[in-house]
């Protein structure tokens, strides 16, 4: 087998559900997950005859927000299409979706390939379209039955079409990532791949190395759930392929699905063509006209986008280009970072960054969760740190408090008395260090006449009194302070 002998084509679709109270034609709740199944449905979202389904503006609204973030034109003029096909997850027999005037197009985002150089990967088309029910296989008394949910039958969903830019699993992966990333910060989704609200699938081909042409077959790969599994797909159809290829014959083009057991794909179904959909524009919703002033209007009201931030945080708080890239992942421990560095009045980005990464993010990757289930406040960080600085409590006994800080949301102050950890406020250590003085006058004349290693003993002998509670960086502090009075 030579790789190098081919080069992959993959382009994306990746399905998002947008975060709106409402499904996407009807009053039903959009708010599904866990939910009794087919408890949120009317005759609507059911299909039922003669009735009418009304567009929800919000949705349209999500969609044209996140087109301007894609770098998209907005089309002014719009409508729905019915997509027709017969399949058991939608009762209706159509979905309503878009076919020549998306709402939004022409668009491109960068992302980093291996050399860490940004590529840019265009956008064919962001779409507004309904969800469909969802169907389960089981077993009961022995038969094989399929079970449909309808709760999810008309939950808005935007499909994000690329161009075929890509030419590896990673550049794929940095890709679906960066721009579940951009829906986070617009907070249009929660775009959370675990719970299917994020769905990615891939088109693979391969063509001879230094071909510009597109290959003449595509092979699509069907709903896949995480990012990983996304990658395993398309590196299994490269070598899939390049058998097929090598043995002098073109793969067949067809839609497969990811069998995370075998770990391999498997063929669903020969792929559709547009025609198999018998497109034709949605008769019960009148199109849509939209203006300049109020797509100027939407436009601000689009948040900082995650390069914005990067450059931004690099330039104001100094952080090297890992750290930045690390905070800025996820918006709220962006936020949280910014909110903490306020409270924590120092100007150390640094150092709260270091907390960050070193115990928040890797608490939160240890209970699979994220900063936003949780009640910790960027002010108690800032409080934490300040009870270090004044040597109440070592750095060991910080992270045990922070530890509770997460677990909680209690503050590091109540957190102190309630998990009996020792501390010495600042009052008593003051007496320590006087203390110590007083009981080695030798280290103390030593020092005064110049002997400035005299220090080293006295920092050792706060360092037992205090069993350990103070740095020795503050003691060496403290100590000093009350020499050269
Ligand atoms: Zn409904």
Known sequence: MNLRKYEAVIGLEIHIELKTNSKMFCQCSAEYFGARPNSHTCPICLGLPGALPKANVESIKLVQKLGLALNCNIQLSNKFDRKNYFYPDLAKGFQISQYDQPLTSNGFIYIKNQVEQPKKINITRAHLEEDTGKLTHATINNRSVTLIDFNRSGVPLVEIVSEPDMHSS?????????????????????????????????????????????PLYKIELKNINSFKFAQAAIEYEIERQTIILDSGKIPQQETRGWNEVKKQTVSQRSKELAHDYRYFPEPDLVPMQFDKIFISKLKTKIPELPAEKIKRFQKQYGLSAYDVDIITNDVDIANFFEQANIAYKKNTPKK????????????????????????????????????????????SSAKEIFNQMIKTGNTPKNLLKLMKIKSISPDELDLLVSKVLLANQQAVKDYKAGKTASIGFLIGQLHKKTQGQASPHLAKELILKKLNK
């Open 170 to 214: 990673d550049e794929a992966r940095d890709y679906a990532q960066k721009l579940q990333q951009i829906v986070r910060y617009l907070g249009i989704s929660d775009a959370d791949m675990e719970k299917g609200s994020m769905r990615i699938e891939p088109n693979v081909s391969l063509r001879n190395a230094g071909d510009k042409i597109l």
């Open 352 to 395: 709260i960054a270091n907390w960050i990464i070193g115990e928040l993010l890797r608490r939160l990757a240890q209970s699979n969760q994220k900063i936003s289930q949780l009640d910790i406040l960027p002010a108690s960080l800032a409080e934490l740190l300040y009870l270090i600085d004044s040597g109440e409590i070592t750095n």
